[in-house]
């Protein structure tokens, strides 16, 4: 008992972990395809986050599926909403991904503090819309 | 104004300390334990999914209920989103410079002669099944979607719709989601009953009903429906929105 | 009833063909929603749940009268930006125009889904449908880096924060076992647990992004700026209409929670400084932009106050904000169209050549910085009067000093364009009829408004939000 609610405590203490770690590579490194994974990563621990808030299994039991002729299945909503979630996730990095290929089409390189400050100093002068 | 870089150790120290913090009380004191018992809603869901009863979803799986019947809206809303992801990397790589591919060898070619039918019939029945396996239209198209796509990196000749044609697609399914909710409302007009919106079965006050029987289960027919949209809907999108980050737009 | 649903609905899937698809969807989508306000008023607060599912089991869409205007003023406001765009489109934008036309509906259907949505996931499904279409909108102009830089960084954060917002949701759920606003409330009414905490915390700072107060705002001068002039019109004005209800959502559900004073503080911050950079900036799109931030740092200070005279006066400032916003855009869009440069020196004497559009973007200042004749001064007094009856003195006051700081601001925009160098020759130039319908709507709905912020506000009480 005590040794199930242990690895319990890890695998969610990991799962945060992991999210702090994505937060901060996401302000931290400068290159747009760091952010991009470092932002699907925590994307992909909040998913598993959802889910494992669903879980139901009595210590020492297999977790069971949500589907009918299982009697104590885990929680399906969050299945659902991870679903929901994950295929969202799936849409933004696909707005990224084009944003950045084009970027460094533009560019040649994809820092982005260097694109707004370098832009920023032409901007100073006259503005060309 | 300039992006703000913090001193990047301070940060990082802050963020390690608080994540583990947090996630040390929530998970090793029990905050986020499992509990025993499913919440009051699930348990409605998951007796009300497979019932033969009154009221009920008539699927097995009641993940697929609650995506498509239960929880329709948002299933609805959030293809819509794929379809903006899609809508802007069309918009924004349309003549970007293609990636070279090296020409593919035989190998290859063949194996995806064999891969692609069998990929393409395991999407489909994925998707079809999704009411009583675990699947759905998700699945079944990303399934279908990256298998499209190995047979067009591959060299696959003729591809029949083009991209413009899964441009249609796309468009044509996910316009197809958006009215099939609406059609209960339009029965219920029609023979002068009440139908909600994003109604599957039938309901206290508004009788309309879409099962089909199998062996003298009922099970969902609006479902099935859904999902081969979305299947269609999802695999041509992918493959468009792949396509084109990779060859921007041939 | 029927009306409520299909709504959100009605605006989506768009012309990779015409102009005249778009400006019918957007007509569909105002007509229904005067139909629903007409539906409120007759029947009062309107719930349906769609699918049939009763409330905690399916989704619910409720919609008050704050909704129900709000919804309608949106779909309205989007119509005459709308009208705009077909000309801009077809001058600027070119090829990309569909897109824009998609991108755009979309938008609108993520923010009227946000507006109407019971249901805590299905606010985290609409909020990412609008923010997908913001972030394309600002990235549209691909031809330019900094555009693209600028929907980047949005899209990164704006992502970010939406998924502390599902790290949220996952607590909350844990917590409550229901995703349905009341149902939420109902078990955090209790006092507080360490999910109710933290989950406020986590959604208030997702919710600070999204209005974009300080400090969370820094992603909003790059990105209304770069945007094509009738998406920032459309971002400034109706997603900030989205991001107060989705906040003022998320404070329902969790009630009680002590953040009034901490909000305020860091609310009022963010004006005064937002209004400084606004009076200092040299771009006048970014200025505009901090403009929002002012204007999105008061609306929460009124909603925090809490009580139906604070929402009703944020829900109402955020209506007048949406008209008068869009048509500084609007008006400002068409002289930095025309002179290529946003630079506030350089289009000196620009008033002079278009002087329709020049009236209106005077009358637009007027409104946003809170002078009678113009439905702004009715918002801000409301706001002020939910301060200062609460007790909160000191923000009070600095909702009237924020007021002269970006009077100035915006007078001196004002002045620039107005006033002619000695060595040009004033010319005039006539608008395309699009634009001109379009700054004449806006106009008249800022004067038209005036008339319903009263009874808007003063029938909060039959608003689902409050209490």
Redesign the interface.
């Known amino acids: 008992m005590e040794v199930e609610r242990i690895l319990w405590g890890v695998f969610i203490a990991s799962l945060m972990v992991a999210a702090s770690i994505a937060i901060w590579g996401i302000a931290s490194r400068p290159n747009l395809v760091k952010k991009l994974i470092a932002l699907t990563i925590l994307g992909d621990s909040a998913c598993l986050f959802i889910a494992a808030a669903g879980f139901r299994v009595p210590y020492g039991e297999l977790p069971q599926p949500p589907i009918a002729g299982y009697p104590r299945p885990v929680d399906p909503l969050p299945q659902a909403m991870v679903i929901t979630a994950v295929v969202i996730e799936l849409g933004l990095v696909l707005v990224l991904a084009s944003i950045a290929v084009r970027l460094y089409e533009h560019e040649g390189s994809l820092s982005l503090p260097e694109i707004l400050v370098r832009e920023e100093v032409e901007a100073e002068e006259a503005i060309e819309e | 104004?300039?992006?703000?870089?913090?001193p990047?150790g301070a940060?990082?120290v802050l963020?390690?300390v608080?994540?583990?913090a947090?996630?040390?009380?929530?998970?090793?004191?029990?905050?986020?334990?499992?509990?025993?018992?499913?919440?009051?809603?699930?348990r409605?869901?998951?007796r009300?999914?497979?019932a033969q009863e009154p009221l009920t979803a008539y699927a097995?799986?009641?993940?697929s209920?609650?995506?498509w019947?239960?929880?329709?809206?948002?299933?609805?809303?959030?293809?819509?989103?794929?379809?903006?992801?899609?809508?802007?990397?069309?918009?924004?790589?349309?003549g970007?410079?293609p990636i070279p591919l090296s020409s593919p060898s035989p190998v290859l070619r063949t194996v995806v002669r064999i891969h692609l039918p069998v990929a393409l019939s395991v999407a489909a029945a994925l998707a079809l099944n999704g009411h009583v396996?675990?699947g759905?239209g998700?699945q079944g198209g990303v399934v279908a979607a990256s298998a499209l796509l190995i047979a067009l990196l591959s060299g696959l000749k003729a591809f029949p719709p083009g991209l413009s044609g899964m441009?249609a697609i796309r468009?044509l399914g996910?316009?197809l989601v958006?009215l099939l909710?609406?059609t209960p409302?339009a029965l219920g007009h029609l023979y002068g009953v009440e139908g909600?919106?994003?109604?599957?079965q039938a309901?206290p006050n508004?009788p309309l009903s879409a099962f089909y029987t199998v062996n003298g289960v009922r099970l969902s027919l609006s479902i099935p429906m859904y999902n081969s949209l979305e299947l269609a809907a999802i695999a041509a999108g992918f493959t468009i929105?792949l396509w084109?980050?990779l060859r921007g737009g041939e | 009833m029927l009306f409520a649903v299909p709504v959100p609905l009605a605006s989506r899937l768009s012309p990779r063909s015409a102009a005249p698809l778009f400006i019918a969807a957007l007509l569909t989508t105002t007509t229904l929603s005067g139909l629903l306000i007409a539906s409120v008023l007759r029947s009062g607060v309107i719930r349906y749940s769609l699918g049939g599912w009763p409330a905690p089991i399916g989704i619910e869409y409720r919609v008050g009268i704050h909704a129900a205007s709000s919804m309608f003023m949106v779909s309205l406001v989007s119509l005459l930006v709308g009208l705009y765009s077909v000309w801009y489109g077809r001058h600027e934008l070119g090829s990309r125009t569909p897109y824009f036309y998609t991108l755009a509906l979309t938008l609108l259907s993520g923010v009227l889904g946000v507006i109407a949505t019971w249901d805590i996931f299905n606010l985290y499904v609409m909020l990412e449908l609008a923010a997908a279409s913001s972030y394309g909108l600002v990235a549209l102009r691909s031809d330019r880096a900094r555009a693209l830089a600028a929907g980047a960084r949005y899209a990164v954060y704006g992502v970010a924060a939406a998924t502390l917002m599902l790290f949220a949701i996952a607590l909350l759920y844990y917590e409550a076992g229901v995703l349905h606003l009341d149902g939420l409330r109902e078990r955090f009414t209790s006092p507080h647990t360490v999910c109710g905490c933290v989950s406020m915390a986590v959604l208030l700072w997702a919710s600070m992004f999204f209005l974009a107060v300080f400090p969370n705002h820094f992603w909003l001068p790059d990105a209304h700026s770069e945007a094509p002039s009738p998406a920032s019109a459309m971002l400034s004005g109706v997603s900030m209409v989205s991001a107060l209800f989705m906040t003022s959502k998320l404070l329902y559900a969790l009630p009680k929670c002590r953040i009034a004073v901490p909000v305020l503080a860091v609310s009022s911050a963010s004006s005064l400084y937002a209004s400084f950079m606004l009076a200092r900036s040299r771009d006048v799109k970014r200025a505009l932009g901090y403009s929002t931030t002012v204007n999105t740092s008061l609306m929460l200070m009124g909603l925090v106050t809490g009580g139906a005279l604070g929402v009703g006066a944020a829900v109402a400032h955020a209506l007048t904000h949406a008209v008068g916003k869009a048509l500084a855009f609007l008006a400002l869009g068409v002289f930095v169209h025309k002179f290529r440069t946003r630079n506030i020196y350089a289009l000196e004497g620009a008033g002079r050549v278009y002087p329709l559009a020049f009236l209106a973007l005077s009358m637009a200042f007027l409104s946003l910085v809170g002078l009678p004749p113009f439905s702004g001064f009715f918002s801000k007094l409301y706001l002020y009067y939910a301060l200062a009856l609460s007790g909160y003195i000191a923000p009070a006051a600095i909702l009237v000093l924020v007021s002269a700081i970006s009077l100035y601001g915006y007078l001196r925009i004002v002045e620039h364009l107005w006033h002619v160098p000695p060595y040009a020759k004033p010319y005039t130039e006539t608008l395309s009829s699009w634009v001109k319908v379009a700054l004449l709507g806006l106009v008249a709905l800022l004067l038209i408004l005036s008339v319903f912020i009263d009874p808007l506000v003063q029938g909060s009480g039959t608003s689902p939000l409050t209490g």
């Open positions: 104004m300039a992006n703000t870089m913090v990047r940060v990082a963020l390690l608080v994540g583990i947090l996630g040390a009380a929530l998970g090793l004191m029990g905050f986020v334990a499992p509990r025993d018992e499913l919440s009051g809603v699930s409605d869901i998951v009300l999914s497979a097995p799986a009641y993940v209920a609650i995506l019947d239960f929880r329709g809206t948002d299933t609805l809303f959030e293809t819509g989103v794929v379809f903006v992801a899609i809508a802007v990397s069309l918009a924004l790589l349309k970007s410079t396996t675990p759905g998700f441009v468009t996910l316009f958006m909710p609406l409302v909600y919106v994003f109604q599957h309901k508004a929105a084109m980050l």
